[in-house]
């Protein structure tokens, strides 16, 4: 009777321990089977930890780790996610990082789904030979050992990066002032030296570019919208002398039999006008003044070799001339045949 007394009260011992036990895990900080109004309080229920809330956390909450300021209406929006490790299947790795809503600023609020911000930097110094000092707000890197070696690359679609920006959902009003991009970079230091996004290695681009154009209708419109029919386009509003819209420059070739080209147009000729390199200067209201070309060539060169202003060559088995020159005012109704094969050809 005396050991069964004994085991019966170690049980009763065991049960009260373990009672209290999870009360204790349960809320953290409170005396009591309820959160106070505390919000130093810690409250912990189901693996999840919440710091500053002063109600209940969800039964099934699987945050990690939440911190929350404000009511429970606006807290409940915020919150704080650490660390998730996946291992197991065909996925493994780790992910970190937090969700969360700032209201600081105008307006009815503003939505961040992830923020960093690094402040009052006053001071980088590296002071070691390869070494590098950074100041970042937001930082993501991806670190990768060959993952598609053994991938089935002929189905499924594959992104590495080591950040991505993904814009979804449907918009069909745009703000007048601002802008809607799956990334958006703004350099508010505007200074010789800064950038607003700047890339070491190649970039790619699925569809037209603009500089200085919010609409480019060419593949790479600078300065202008362009036109759908014109892979590059570039426009210069500038009306001071040496002003162009479009610049080649090339360093001089390095051997005799060297061809260096500034500018080339290259077209596979065939029915109808084809143009390796077109140039027109016209204006729809006449003046008296200036002068207007529609090719301009000048070759100088500081020795007694050969130079030319502007050279044609005449290839290919069909009637034609190296050089055409025609008066379309004296001679309107030139049909433009040649007639045979020319250096020059004039009418």
């Not at 590059?232 to 479009?246: C, K, L, R, V």
Request: with cysteine.
């Amino acid at each position: 009777m005396k050991t069964s007394m004994h085991y019966l009260g170690f049980c009763l011992l065991f049960f009260c321990c373990t009672f209290t036990a999870q009360a204790q895990d349960e809320w953290l900080g409170s005396t009591t089977n309820a959160p106070s109004s505390n919000i130093n309080d810690l409250i912990y229920r189901n693996g999840g930890l919440r710091i500053g809330h002063n109600t209940a956390p969800p039964a099934n909450t699987t945050r990690t780790l939440s911190i929350h300021s404000g009511t429970v209406s606006y807290g409940a929006r915020s919150s704080v996610y650490g660390k998730s490790a996946v291992s197991g299947g065909t996925a493994v790795g780790e992910s970190e990082g937090f969700v969360g809503l700032n209201t600081s600023w105008y307006a009815a609020g503003t939505v961040r789904g992830m923020a960093g911000y690094a402040k009052n930097v006053t001071s980088l110094d590296v002071g070691v030979a390869g070494k590098t000092s950074s100041a970042f707000g937001g930082f993501f890197s991806t670190q990768i050992d060959d993952p598609l070696a053994s991938a089935n690359l002929a189905s499924g679609r594959y992104y590495i990066a080591g950040t991505m920006g993904d814009l979804s959902g449907t918009i069909t009003t745009y703000p007048t002032d601002g802008v809607v991009a799956a990334v958006f970079g703004r350099d508010n230091i505007l200074g010789s030296g800064t950038w607003g996004g700047y890339f070491q290695g190649r970039g790619y681009f699925s569809q037209n570019v603009g500089i200085a154009s919010t609409n480019p209708l060419s593949t790479l419109s600078v300065n202008g919208d362009g036109d759908s029919r014109w892979s590059i386009y570039g426009h210069t509003t500038s009306q001071t002398s040496g002003a162009a819209g479009i610049v080649g420059q090339a360093d001089q070739p390095t051997g005799f039999a060297d061809h260096v080209r500034a500018v080339q147009g290259t077209i596979e000729s065939g029915y109808g006008y084809t143009y390796g390199v077109s140039g027109g200067a016209t204006s729809t209201t006449p003046s008296n003044a200036g002068r207007a070309y529609g090719v301009y060539g000048v070759a100088g060169n500081a020795t007694s070799n050969y130079n030319y202003g502007v050279f044609g060559r005449l290839f290919g088995q069909n009637n034609g001339t190296a050089i055409l020159g025609h008066d379309h005012i004296s001679h309107p109704g030139w049909n433009g045949n040649t007639q045979g094969n020319w250096a020059g050809y004039f009418v």
